[in-house]
């Protein structure tokens, strides 16, 4: 098992930043690969940013490239979102997720994750 546990979110304002955390704990050494993924109110969840733990390669959804860098500490067991230039449609709760799955790469849907963290709300004021 592997436990997630989000935070950084709040409320900016139209072109602030935030920095989003998703600290791992549990079998982490079984994680292949992070993702960040956000549900927007009424609005399915969608796939925002990828990374491996290994080497750090980085996998983003088109929109947001750009504004949004997903890092990691393997010290720390710690992915980081660094949200940029933040517009009010980003408004959302963003979730993380960790797959062991090599096979899923660049892991941009729901199905490759094995495991989810509790989310954290985003919200951003015109």
């Known amino acids: 098992q592997v436990q997630l546990v989000e935070s950084g979110g709040g409320l900016v304002q139209a072109g602030g930043s935030l920095r989003l955390s998703c600290a791992a704990s549990?079998?982490?050494?079984?994680?292949?690969?992070m993702g960040w993924f956000r549900q927007a109110p009424g609005k399915e969840r969608e796939f925002v940013a990828a990374?491996?733990?290994?080497?750090?390669?980085?996998y983003y959804q088109e929109y947001i490239k750009g504004r949004f860098t997903c890092s990691r500490d393997n010290a720390k067991n710690t992915v980081y979102l660094q949200l940029n230039s933040l517009k009010p449609e980003d408004t959302a709760v963003y979730y993380c997720?960790?797959?062991?799955?090599?096979?899923?790469?660049?892991?941009?849907?729901?199905?490759?994750?094995?495991?989810w963290g509790q989310g954290t709300q985003v919200t951003i004021s015109s």
């Open positions: 997720a960790a797959t062991s799955r090599r096979s899923t790469w660049p892991a941009s849907e729901d199905s490759d994750y094995d495991y």
């Open positions: 549990g079998r982490t050494f079984s994680s292949y690969a």
């Open positions: 990374i491996t733990w290994l080497a750090g390669v980085t």
